[in-house]
């Protein structure tokens, strides 16, 4: 009776529910799994489990709330779709050591039991939390009929206080400016900003992220007031929110037929014009609040 009552009070503070096994598994089982996530898995997710530039976190409080309250045989079957395009391209034993591996690194606890290979043991076990609550949970009934939500608050659009750049700004730039190639007349291509530093630098993670056409985007994106002006492959010029990666205007080139797009290095900021060469060889100038063309050579 006593040992029951244990084990009872240590599912619910794990967070499972009356009747639900919590994931096992055991130490050295996480750790074969470290070693084959290091070679297959981490270019994806990020060395440590925390989200790269091709593939989101495996770890911390997203991941956690995604999985929450469900079977361990779906996280399973999940990654035995990885890496993409080579599903099922390990074997079960392997696929089981990843998934402890992302248990433990999500602060679950080990014990002497491996975590099992078999579909039908794993349904049995689910992840700690509650399910967040989604659709078919909620009790919500939509809007009143004929009621009207007012708009939303916009963000404050750089673009509005964006200001000029004269011959003194490209001569002695704002320290968060990039406003030339190599952001300064001598051509040193350094940024004075100082808050990220070698002591700082491996926190830095993924604040938003944009997909640029396919292709060759070579360009150096200039940098003013807060907005980023890529020059994009296939001649699409792009202002963007600093803060927010916000697309704020495009400007995308009409090619005339028989032309291909070429690859660009550079944008040119003077005044309040933005100058962009083109694959046809045209020279153009766009309004830098708007991205309307206001001459076209
Ligand atoms: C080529 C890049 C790449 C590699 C390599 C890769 N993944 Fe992924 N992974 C992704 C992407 C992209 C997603 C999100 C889209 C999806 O679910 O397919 C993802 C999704 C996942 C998810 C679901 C995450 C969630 O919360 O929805 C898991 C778990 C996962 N991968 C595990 C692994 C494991 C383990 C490996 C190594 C065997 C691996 N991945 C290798 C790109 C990759």
Redesign the pocket.
């Known amino acids: 009776m006593i040992s029951k009552g244990i084990v009872l009070t240590a599912l619910m503070t794990s967070g499972a529910e009356f009747g639900q096994v919590i994931p096992v598994y055991d130490p050295a089982q996480a750790e074969r799994g470290r070693s084959?996530?290091a070679v297959?898995?981490a270019?994806?997710?990020g060395p440590d489990l925390g989200g790269g530039q091709?593939?989101?976190p495996?770890k911390g409080v997203n991941?956690r709330q995604?999985?929450a309250a469900q079977p361990v045989a779906d996280?399973f079957e999940?990654?035995r779709?990885?890496?993409?395009g080579q599903a099922r391209s390990?074997t079960d034993t392997g696929y089981a050591e990843?998934v402890a591996l992302?248990l433990a690194e999500n602060g679950m606890a080990a014990g002497q039991q491996a975590l099992p290979t078999d579909v039908a043991s794993l349904r049995t076990m689910v992840m700690p939390g509650k399910a967040a609550p989604g659709p078919r949970q909620s009790a919500g009934g939509g809007l009143t009929h004929g009621y009207k939500l007012p708009f939303w608050p916009q963000p404050p659009n750089p673009l509005d206080t964006i200001s000029p750049v004269t011959d003194a700004l490209l001569t002695n730039p704002p320290e968060g400016d990039w406003l030339q190639w190599r952001r300064t007349w001598d051509a040193k291509a350094f940024s004075p900003l100082d808050q990220v530093n070698r002591s700082n630098v491996k926190d830095l993670g993924v604040a938003w992220s944009l997909a640029l056409p396919p292709g060759p985007n070579a360009a150096t994106p200039l940098v003013h007031d807060g907005v980023i002006f890529v020059h994009a492959f296939r001649d699409n010029v792009l202002a963007l929110d600093a803060a927010t990666g916000a697309q704020l205007w495009q400007y995308s080139r009409q090619l005339p037929e028989g032309v291909a797009p070429s690859v660009k290095r550079n944008l040119a900021l003077y005044g309040d014009k933005l100058y962009v060469g083109t694959s046809d060889a045209h020279l153009v100038a766009l309004d830098v609040k708007t991205g309307a063309v206001v001459w076209d050579k």
Not at 81 to 84: A, L, V
């Open positions: 084959t996530y297959t898995c270019a994806c997710h091709f593939g989101p495996l991941f995604r999985w996280l999940q990654v779709t990885m890496p993409p390990m990843l992302m």
